[in-house]
């Protein structure tokens, strides 16, 4: 993965930005923007059949409208290239991770979760295998629970709402139970997060 690990830990939340800084702003309504090259996204209601993500796009969302085949919520969200999304509230049917795309979840309902990601790689001199994670979810780690069987995650997010989430693993890649990273409340790295998005935005 590009992007250092560092990185990755520090863009958790970047709710802070004011929204005139974002591309597009979406509060109500259904039919979603297709993100590419940098181009980002705050949304706080609202829906769409599927949003997808590219090239180094980035997306915060923090609601949506109830979730409903053509009529609210997301029922796609496609995350790929080096795109980054934070999810913090709303309704997802299918969120689907490719390539280096990155994901933060701390809220909301997500039915099910894919990635088409490696989990491992190698790095170092002599170069050796070391996790590589693509999601991070953000929630009370007691709360934790996978069932091997029926590959459904569950537990609470911080605010103690649960979530209930159906991974699917896909073939050529590693299980999406391992491409997940679990942390607690990533408080002291809140105004790291919004020196990141700044870059992010000088990057564009």
């Known amino acids: 993965m590009k992007r250092s ?4 830990l520090i863009v ?7 929204q005139a800084g974002y591309d597009y702003v979406i509060e109500s309504g259904y039919g979603l923007p297709q993100l590419n090259g940098s181009k980002t996204l705050l949304m706080t209601g ?6 997808m993500m590219t090239d180094h796009s980035f997306a915060r969302i923090e609601g949506t409208s109830p979730l409903q085949e053509f009529y609210g919520g997301i029922w796609t969200l496609l995350v790929g290239g080096e795109a980054h999304l934070e999810f913090a509230g709303g309704e997802v049917h299918q969120l689907d991770l490719g390539t280096y795309g990155t994901a933060v979840l701390s809220g909301g309902r ?16 002599p170069p050796v295998l070391v996790p590589n994670p693509h ?3 953000v929630c009370e780690l007691d709360s934790v629970n ?6 459904i995650l569950t537990g609470n997010w911080l605010d103690s709402s649960p979530f209930n989430i159906r991974l699917i693993d896909e ?9 997940i990273q679990f942390i607690p409340e990533p408080a002291t790295l809140v105004l790291m997060g919004f020196g990141a998005f700044l870059l992010h935005r000088r990057r564009a």
């Open 110 to 125: 997500i039915d099910l979760l894919s990635s088409r990601q490696n989990a491992w790689k190698y790095d170092g001199d």
């Open 135 to 137: 999601i991070m979810i």
């Open 146 to 151: 996978y069932n091997t069987q029926t590959k």
């Open 5 to 8: 690990t560092m990185v990755f």
């Open 12 to 18: 958790v939340t970047c709710g802070m930005a004011a």
């Open 46 to 51: 609202g829906g769409g059949d599927g949003l």
């Open 171 to 179: 073939a050529g890649y590693s299980p999406t139970i391992d491409n």
